[in-house]
């Protein structure tokens, strides 16, 4: 494996509100800090963080902006004033009495890059307070770890290290709705119009990072592969969860997928049950219903059961028209889209406050925490792909490099080389871009036709082939330059026996 | 199915129009089974009655996909003989490998059918595929189990297994680690929440037809390059290495036979 040495400069600014400032402070403001933290991931990489803090005091816009009622305007008041680059923070410290922060919050993390933090009295409060909100806000060694995972021992890693979805140039997102009981059933979605208002936005928000491209599909008569088990109690019907994990393949096969894309595929299913499987609920290990009626599967996609109502009457006519309700469908499949990548809101030290994103899907920092996993993936992918090329062309002596195959070479290590630089100076958008470029190249290079080597030969073959060709050969020749020597020396001694 | 297109499938090396499912489109996480059967030797095996793969061409290949992570584990059954051969030289970890006989054995076919003339099924093939049919999805059993299939009194050749550059205990590996096609589930617990009244969007009116050209398909064959059609017009180069070489050896026999004062007698 290669060795990577990386340096991750996140620029952040510490904002002292008046009456926030703790008495212990080292300098008086503004001063700037750098801490530097090494992250070791193995033997021959390690990552080394770079916070370049700023701590300063409110200017007047941001005092006015921070004298309001809630968390949430202060957020909103605070993002045109603040330092809007991807990867960038910004922490607004309040004092330890504001009643801008709820009760019992003492971090509350805006939907853009910025934070409000409780003074907590002393410095030492505060720094602890700041280190959990850079972790969480830009990266942690867990979250460099699993961008890393090629190069970690296994036993290292937790064992859901690898489910988050791999950097790649593009993804294609399938929405499915797989109708096993069309002359039950006549499900109607409008799923052009939900995409449009919903999924559109995140993906917006995502297109920094990927090309998405998003198509749907109907499939009638698709059974589950899993025949759900009836519960008395409840009377519905229960899918456990240890039967979830035969689900998938069995559909797999009917929903196809575009010829022409090599991007990784995320799909999305909604399952209508049967008239006669009618309702059908999903249970996890310890039996309880789960209330989204979804599971998900990483690196696949995800599947939710939308049970439709038993129709008033036994004499209503079939099949049932059914309006799917798209809100409450794409508010589980964007979660689980979210999840998929990686975005998880789940460990969080008990008293931060996080903003709902709403709409958007996902917050500024949370692009910016893709981002920087998925620059570290990139570039570490890049030095592996180029090492394993090297190994190869010493071990097979005879691969013929063309000039293009060069030249992206070439190419992948400059802009490798460009995005390490950008990281180390904190402009993570650059960074992100050049990375991008170096993969496509040094994928490029790797994946070329021409270098598949079916030059083995082994020695015996080797002496196999040639002998009996060139032997027969060789036998006359080298008779012939015997005897050109034998008369040469004789010439030699001629002229002492003639005299 | 030449080696030329089970090497690059395996190892990724296919040209840019490859289809999506002609690609091995695998990663990290992807448990690969590969299982080859027909005629085999001492190190390689028969492709077509054509060609041969060699046991270190495929230990590269696989070498070539784990560079690159494109298997997690990777499950190898061979039955041909000589099986054992083709997994000597194994040395990418997490493969198992199992063969169907050692070095020096053959394996044998399982029956005949008179009326066709031709053996149907070789032996080790068909104690798996009967072991294989009593495995349903949720069944825990393990790799110790397989290696167990068709003992010599059976199977008449002495099956082998490799699993030194497997990283887990053959007794934890599930067989619907590689043949059940069991995936990893996780429950959705979150949700976000959307409101419906704030995505209004500006309805997507439609664009202005931009004048487009006329969209055409691709060169889908080099038909040029197929059928010479024009002899290139090449840059006249003086003549080198062995043409020069030629030459210069007829014009030296010439000269050595009648002598350079003669050359005025001939022009």
């Known amino acids: 494996a290669a060795s990577a040495q990386l340096q991750l400069a996140v620029p952040v600014a510490v904002v002292f509100a008046p009456g926030s400032v703790p008495g212990d402070l080292p300098r008086p403001l503004p001063f700037r800090d750098v801490q530097e933290m090494e992250i070791s991931v193995n033997l021959r990489t390690s990552i080394t963080s770079r916070y370049e803090t700023v701590y300063r005091s409110t200017t007047a816009q941001e005092e006015a902006a921070l004298n309001v009622a809630t968390a949430q305007e202060a957020d909103a008041a605070l993002c045109p004033l603040q330092d809007a680059s991807l990867g960038s923070l910004t922490v607004y410290v309040v004092p330890e009495t504001s009643s801008v922060l709820p009760q019992g919050v003492s971090v509350y993390v805006g939907k853009h890059r910025s934070a409000l933090v409780r003074a907590g009295g002393n410095l030492a409060t505060l720094r602890t307070r700041l280190r959990q909100l850079t972790q969480v806000m830009s990266f942690a060694a867990s979250s460099i770890a699993t961008a890393l995972s090629d190069r970690v021992p296994d036993s290292q890693l937790g064992p859901d290290a690898r489910r988050h979805l791999k950097s790649s140039l593009g993804y294609e997102i399938t929405f499915s709705l797989l109708n096993p009981d069309p002359k039950s059933h006549d499900v109607d979605w409008d799923i052009e119009d939900a995409v449009n208002r919903y999924v559109q936005p995140v993906l917006d928000k995502l297109s920094l990072v990927a090309n998405f491209s998003v198509d749907s599909q109907i499939l009638y008569y698709a059974v589950l592969g899993v025949t759900p088990r009836f519960d008395k109690e409840t009377s519905s019907f229960i899918l456990s969860a240890h039967s979830l994990p035969h689900v998938i393949n069995p559909v797999e096969a009917r929903l196809g997928s575009s010829a022409a894309s090599l991007y990784p595929v995320l799909n999305f299913l909604l399952y209508v049950p049967e008239r006669s499987h009618s309702p059908l609920y999903i249970q996890d290990k310890d039996g309880a219903p789960v209330s989204t009626n979804a599971f998900h599967s990483p690196r696949w996609g995800g599947i939710m059961v939308y049970n439709v109502e038993a129709p008033g009457s036994p004499q209503a006519s079939l099949p049932l028209h059914v309006d799917v309700d798209m809100v409450r469908v794409m508010e589980v499949f964007l979660a689980q889209l979210r999840l998929l990548f990686g975005l998880s809101r789940e460990e969080l030290p008990p008293d931060f406050l996080l903003e709902s994103p709403g709409n958007e899907g996902l917050a500024d920092w949370e692009l910016d925490r893709l981002l920087w996993a998925h620059t570290v993936e990139n570039i570490a992918t890049v030095s592996t792909t180029l090492t394993s090329l090297a190994q190869l062309l010493d071990k097979i002596g005879n691969i013929v490099i063309k000039d293009d195959v060069a030249s992206e070479v070439y190419q992948a290590v400059a802009s490798a080389q460009s995005a390490m630089a950008e990281l180390a100076t904190g402009h993570l958008h650059s960074a992100f871009q050049a990375s991008k470029e170096a993969v496509t190249s040094s994928e490029r290079a790797f994946f070329d036709p021409s270098l598949l080597h079916l030059l083995y030969f082994p020695d015996d073959q080797k002496f196999a082939i040639y002998i009996p060709l060139f032997l027969p050969m060789a036998v006359p020749i080298l008779l012939s330059l015997a005897k050109i020597v034998r008369e040469a020396r004789q010439r030699k001694k001629e002229p002492t026996k003639m005299d | ?267």
């Not at chain 2, 090497?7 to 299982?35: A, E, M, Q």
């Not at chain 2, 008179?114 to 949720?138: Q, S």
Request: proline share 6%.
């Open chain 2, 1 to 267: 199915v030449t080696v030329e297109n089970f090497l690059r499938v395996l190892t990724g090396r296919i040209p840019p129009s490859t289809p999506r499912s002609k690609r091995l489109l695998s990663d990290d996480r992807s448990n690969i089974l590969i299982y080859m059967t027909g005629h085999g030797g001492n190190g390689f095996l028969k492709f077509q009655d054509s060609e041969e793969i060699t046991n270190v061409e495929l230990a590269d290949a696989f070498e070539q996909m784990w560079q690159k992570r494109r298997y997690n584990e990777l499950l190898f059954i061979i039955d041909t003989c000589q099986g054992a051969s083709m997994y000597e030289r194994f040395y990418s970890p997490n493969i198992m490998a199992l063969a169907s006989s050692q070095v020096g054995e053959d394996s044998l076919s399982h029956q005949p059918d008179l009326g066709i003339g031709v053996h149907l099924m070789d032996r080790y093939t068909f104690y798996v595929l009967e072991f294989l049919e009593e495995i349903h999805p949720a069944s825990q059993t393990n790799m110790n189990d397989l290696f167990q299939v068709c003992p010599k009194s059976l199977c008449v050749s002495t099956p082998g297994h490799r699993t030194d550059l497997f990283q887990r205990d053959p007794q934890n590996v599930l067989i619907t680690d590689f043949f059940g096609s069991v995936r990893k589930v996780e429950i959705t617990t979150e949700t976000v929440s959307l409101d419906s009244d704030l995505a209004g969007f500006e309805s997507k009116l439609p664009k202005d037809e931009l004048a487009t050209e006329p969209l055409k398909y691709a060169e889908q064959l080099p038909v040029a390059q197929i059928i010479h059609q024009k002899p290139k017009q090449k840059d006249w180069h003086p003549p080198g290495g062995f043409i020069l070489g030629l030459w210069a050896l007829i014009i030296m026999v010439f000269f050595k036979t009648y002598g350079i004062k003669h050359m005025k007698h001939i022009f």
